[in-house]
């Protein structure tokens, strides 16, 4: 199975970014035992936001459906770097995803896709994992969503 993932990534045609820098006293990511806990992930693109604001409100949600897809290609890339290459992540554990929203909007889940489904495409089967979609009514820099990811490695 070595070299499976970023052979994945490659097939989809997908670059890792660089790790996020922290927006505050943490870290991106950190490991205990065999898992790599991710920090909450912001959709960061070479440094910035593609957009603030709430969903159902400035934020469409199949905006914030691809805001989610970058957060967890961001929470990729800070686990893979913890643990020294994207080879060494060998399931998806658990994700947890924010979506800022407006108070009507129930599509948390939809929104969390984004996320789910990237992990599913790059680690297959592995990929598979527990979930919660959570809607809040504000996130750190006014992001959409925030997404955080427990891997196992090995």
Do not use: C
Not at 16 to 21: A, K, S
Request: no cysteine.
């Amino acid at each position: 199975m070595s070299g499976a993932i970023s052979a994945q990534l490659a097939e989809l045609g997908i670059e890792l970014p660089p790790v996020v820098p922290p927006v505050a006293a943490y870290i991106p990511a950190t490991v205990h035992g065999d898992l790599v806990y991710t920090s909450g992930q912001l959709p960061m693109v070479s440094g910035s936001l593609p957009a603030t604001g709430k969903v159902g409100g400035a934020v469409d949600a199949a905006d914030a459906k691809a805001y989610a897809r970058q957060s967890a290609l961001n929470a990729i890339a800070a686990a893979a770097d913890v643990v020294g290459g994207v080879d060494r992540l060998t399931r998806v554990v658990k994700v947890t995803g924010f979506v800022a929203s407006v108070p009507d909007f129930t599509g948390q889940p939809a929104v969390i896709n984004g996320a789910s489904e990237l992990l599913g495409e790059v680690f297959g089967e592995a990929g598979r994992h527990a979930r919660s979609a959570v809607g809040v009514p504000v996130l750190p820099l006014d992001s959409p969503v925030e997404v955080e990811v427990v891997f196992a490695w090995e």
